[in-house]
């Protein structure tokens, strides 16, 4: 007679952490795709979370999101990263459109005791697709980018944390008097992330 146990997700530290970089690479490939920084044609069509994703496949970018990754987490596994910002600007006048803000809280505990955490791989999966579905639906809350954008990505750690030679200090690259959305957040039970995004205000809606 065949025996069997109820099967559990466990979540650990290293597993949270992939969990959490993996989301930013997917999360900034969509903003970019939806901010149209970079042309329509430059992307490509994958499945991922359940849903139809994009990737840039230039090769610049690419290369550039899989360090971005891979530093993250280990960051993240190091419990040492507290917030990731992707920024919009101007190409032409570095002027600060868009702030994408990911916001980390990591359980000390498991970072200090090497605890493990429970939660089911689909209940991650369907708080992810929740924000993934909301930045793919940002052209119905955001101003229209009319002009060439570049981006930049903010790491915000530690003061403890020593940063590689390809990261340099920034100052936070703020938005005055922003509006605000507010995002879904996701948590592994190990990294909560909260998302929120700010923008500067259209002139048609200082005009009125």
């Keep these: 007679m065949a025996s069997r146990t109820a099967s559990k997700d466990i979540i650990t530290l290293r597993g949270s952490a992939a969990i959490v970089s993996e989301f930013f690479g997917y999360a900034a490939n969509s903003i970019l795709y939806n901010r149209a920084v970079y042309p329509e044609e430059s992307f490509t069509k994958v499945k991922k979370y359940g849903l139809t994703m994009l990737l840039t496949q230039d090769e610049g970018v690419k290369t550039f999101i899989a360090s971005l ?86 790491a915000y750690t530690d003061t403890d944390v020593d940063a590689p030679g390809t990261w340099v200090e920034s100052d936070a690259k703020l938005i005055s008097n922003p509006q605000m959305v507010k995002l879904h957040s996701f948590d592994t039970k190990i990294h909560k992330v909260d998302t929120l995004v700010s923008y500067k205000k259209d002139e048609w809606d200082e005009e009125e």
């Design 69 to 154: 990754t891979s530093q993250l987490s280990e960051w993240l596994e190091a419990g040492k990263l507290q917030r990731i910002v992707l920024v919009i600007m101007s190409k032409a006048t570095n002027e600060v459109l868009e702030r994408w803000n990911f916001n980390i809280v990591t359980d000390a505990e498991v970072v200090e005791k090497g605890a493990i955490k429970e939660k089911s791989d689909k209940e991650i999966m369907r708080e992810i697709q929740a924000i993934m579905r909301q930045i793919a639906s940002c052209i119905t809350y955001l101003p229209c980018l009319d002009e060439p954008c570049v981006f930049d990505v903010l």
